[in-house]
């Protein structure tokens, strides 16, 4: 009992190391404007939601916007990370700039491993507003 369990402890580590590297992949992916990366990282079904406004975008939809959608850059601070099987949640602080502006928001991002790969099957942004 006691090697399933360090065994499941290990993959599990293993998971949450593929998810951060996705999510680090999915970042690049955007500041290049990498279509064909943004299609292998986000799963077909994926749902995007936008914190400044609320909208809410499909794969496609994502994948179209940056054509012509440039960011400068984007960091994430994780702040919590949550394995469970083949669905992962991954919660950060993220900041980012776009044709010179900041925005600061908190992320939540759903993974979905299908075919022994992690994708992105939700991302959620929601803006930090000044002064509240």
């Known amino acids: 009992m006691l090697a399933s369990l360090s065994f499941a402890t290990a993959a599990r580590a293993g998971w949450d190391a593929q998810i951060r590297a996705v999510d680090a992949q999915f970042r690049q992916a955007m500041i290049k404007g990498d ?11 994926a749902k995007i939601i936008h914190g400044n406004h609320g909208g809410i975008q499909s794969k496609r939809e994502l994948i179209a916007w940056f054509r012509t959608y ?13 394995v469970d099987g083949n669905m992962a949640v991954q919660i950060s602080v993220t900041r980012k700039i776009a044709g010179g502006k900041q925005t600061d928001t ?15 099957l939700v991302l959620q942004n929601t803006d930090h507003l000044a002064g509240r």
């Open 35 to 45: 279509a064909a990366a943004l299609d292998r990282i986000f799963a077909d079904d």
């Open 70 to 82: 440039h960011i400068d850059s984007y960091d994430r601070t994780p702040i919590l990370s949550k």
């Open 106 to 120: 908190t992320t939540t991002e759903v993974f979905v491993r299908r075919s022994g790969r992690w994708q992105i």
